[in-house]
């Protein structure tokens, strides 16, 4: 998949010519396939075939009074394509009989020779879940973020002979990334990041310990998902965010750590992350102790002698293959 910043065009435009009661314009970036549908706000709104669809629309364009004068950008946008299918997401805030509304709009789109074209469009407006479900749920990622950080690690963080396995992740050249990119794309690169490692850690049953900026502290009770979570996370951030790529730094290592107050402490801590420091972007680095419980079970790189800051003597490494 790819950003598709054409249908964030062809979004803005058909909602520009329904201010200015353009009925053609809007109709022409519908799909005369059969299929296409058009669900609207209201629960009779359930338009199937392009007929159906235009003879109903010039008439709801003619009534609406929502002119150009009012027609604001939407503040939430997304947009990917795949091939000769994409789709754009918008949510936006609309003023109606002195009420702000929160109005929320996805296009699927078929490319049609030269053209992207409509071939599903659904509206809805944005309700709390108290309303229609008669309930409080969980809404947010920061309550759910707040939630786990707030947690202390659990007793699986811990093998049974009290040995744990810890991984740090880290962003290499982070501070120049940031500063090539502004600091609003640099924070959605991030949250893009974060939901990705946070993702996998909870898939191979690890502990988010801590975040640290751009990267993470983790906790596995055992060698084996540990590995296999690095794996998981520099192939899901493999694709890079908004075609750019995001070299991120693993290292691994197990051993006999302290954990108090929700984190842990101690020597293999301080090891693991020297280990991710000495890493290269997009690179995942074990120590020999990793290597030796692992047996085998991953493909593993020549071994690399590190002096690693703060530890004396060489220590050994290898990198861990994921392509």
Same mark, same amino acid.
């Given at each position: 998949?790819? #950003?598709? #910043?054409?249908?964030v065009?062809?979004l ?11 009925a053609?314009?809007v ?5 005369r ?5 058009v669900?609207?706000?209201?629960e009779?709104? /359930?338009? =199937?075939g ?6 109903i ?5 003619? &009534?609406s ?10 503040? +939430?946008?997304?947009? /990917?394509k795949? %091939?000769?299918? $994409? /789709? ?5 805030q609309? *003023? ?8 929320r709009?996805t296009f699927v789109? *078929?490319q =049609? $020779? ?13 309700? @709390?879940n =108290?309303d ?30 009290g ?8 962003v290499e ?9 502004? =600091? &609003?794309?640099w ?8 939901a ?16 640290? %900026?751009?990267g993470?502290?983790?906790a596995? #009770?055992?060698?084996? #998902?540990a590995?296999?979570?690095a794996?998981a996370?520099?192939r899901?951030? @493999? $694709?890079?965010?908004a %075609?750019?790529t995001?070299p991120? +730094? ?7 750590a302290?954990? &108090?107050?929700?984190?842990?402490f ?7 992350? +020297?280990?991710? @420091? ?6 995942i680095?074990?120590?020999q ?5 692992l047996? $085998?079970?991953f493909?593993?790189?020549e ?7 703060g530890?004396?003597?060489? *220590? ?8």
């Open positions: 998949m790819e #950003p598709a #910043p054409e249908l065009a062809i803005d435009r058909v909602f520009e010519s329904w201010s200015r009661h353009d053609d314009a109709l022409d970036a519908i799909s396939h059969a299929g296409s549908l669900i609207g706000f209201d009779r709104e /359930w338009w =199937e392009y007929d159906t669809i235009a003879a629309m010039r008439v709801q364009i003619l &009534e009074d929502w002119v150009e004068s009012e027609h604001k950008p939407f503040d +939430r946008v997304v947009a /990917w795949e %091939g000769t299918v $994409g /789709w754009v997401s918008a949510q936006g609309t *003023h109606l009989d002195t009420k702000q509304y929160t109005h709009f789109l *078929h =049609e $020779g030269a053209y992207w074209r409509i071939v599903t469009w659904n509206a809805s407006l944005a309700v @709390s =108290e229609a479900l008669g309930r409080t749920m969980t809404t947010s990622l920061d309550d759910l973020l707040i939630d786990v950080h707030d947690e202390l690690p659990p007793a699986t963080a811990t093998a049974s002979d040995s744990v396995t810890i991984v740090f992740t880290d050249g982070s501070t120049e990334l940031m500063e090539s990119l502004g =600091e &609003e794309c924070l959605e690169l991030l949250a893009w990041h974060d990705a490692v946070r993702q996998q850690t909870a898939v191979f049953g690890g502990t988010v310990v801590k975040g640290q %900026g751009d993470f502290m983790l596995f #009770p055992a060698v084996g #998902p590995a296999a979570c794996v996370i520099q899901a951030l @493999s $694709g890079g965010w %075609g750019l995001v991120v +730094r693993i290292g691994i290592h197990n051993g006999n302290t954990a &108090e107050g929700g984190d842990f101690g020597r293999t801590v301080v090891v693991a992350a +020297r280990i991710a @420091s000495a890493a290269a972007g997009q690179e680095l074990v120590s102790t990793v290597q030796e419980a047996g $085998g079970a493909t593993l790189g071994v690399k002698s590190l002096s690693l800051k530890l004396a003597g060489q *220590h050994t490494a290898l990198a861990l293959a994921w392509r």
